[in-house]
Every structure is written in C-alpha cells, then in structure tokens.
C-alpha cells in the first residue's frame, strides 16, 4: 500500500473519531422556546407556543442517533429508554431523549409546560 493511501485512511479515521465525539444531544429549554442539537447530525428548533402535544413516552426500539420516522417524525437518541414525545400543530413529531426523565419532568413542571 502506498504511504499516501496509508495517510489518508488515517485521516479519514481520525476525522470520524472527531465527528464521533462531538455528537451529543444537547438541549436547551427556557419559557419561549426549544433548542435541540445532536452535533453534525442535525438540529431543530421550535417556540412552546407550536407545541400541540407534550408527554413523556418509552422510545421505540431504534438505534442511536438521529432517525428520520416518515416525512414528519425525527427521533433524536443517545442511548435512552425515555423520550420527551412533542407534537407541533404542522404535524411534526419530535422525539427527545433524556436520560433523567424525572429532572426533565420536574423542569417542565416548573415552568408550567407539563401538566401534573
């Protein structure tokens, strides 16, 4: 094998570790709005005032990452059980992991976007 192609396989590598590591979901949440950011795979935004639907709901049985379920359904999972279901009023569906649906929970309550 050429060194040039060993160098570049190298790099090629390195670069996916890279992309790796830095892919994690992030959310931010206030009183006007979501965040969500899942690194190089995509991010989404919504106001609390489009939310048709909130709840928490087991995650079906699906892989890590950021799956695409029909033309308006994207589930965003780095490895949980529980996921923030949220329902727009443009029909999009978003499902977002969370590995401590209790503190999530008691976050939403507190800014009353989650009934008791």
Not at 46 to 64: A, C, D, G, Q
Not at 80 to 104: C, D
Request: hydrophobic letters at 45%; a positive charge.
């Amino acid at each position: 094998m050429p060194n040039w192609a060993l160098i570049t396989g190298t790099l090629f590598i390195a670069l996916i570790v890279v992309l790796m590591a830095q892919t994690r979901l992030l959310v931010r949440m206030d009183s006007k709005e979501v965040q969500v950011s899942f690194g190089s795979l995509g991010q989404e935004s919504f106001s609390w005032k489009e939310v048709k639907t909130l709840k928490f709901k087991r995650l079906p049985l699906t892989s890590i990452g950021k799956k695409q379920r029909g033309p308006k359904e994207i589930i965003f999972n780095p490895g949980a059980q529980w996921a923030l279901f949220v329902e727009l009023k443009s029909g999009r569906k978003l499902w977002i992991a969370t590995r401590n649906k209790e503190g999530l929970q008691s976050f939403l309550k507190g800014i009353k976007k989650l009934k008791a």
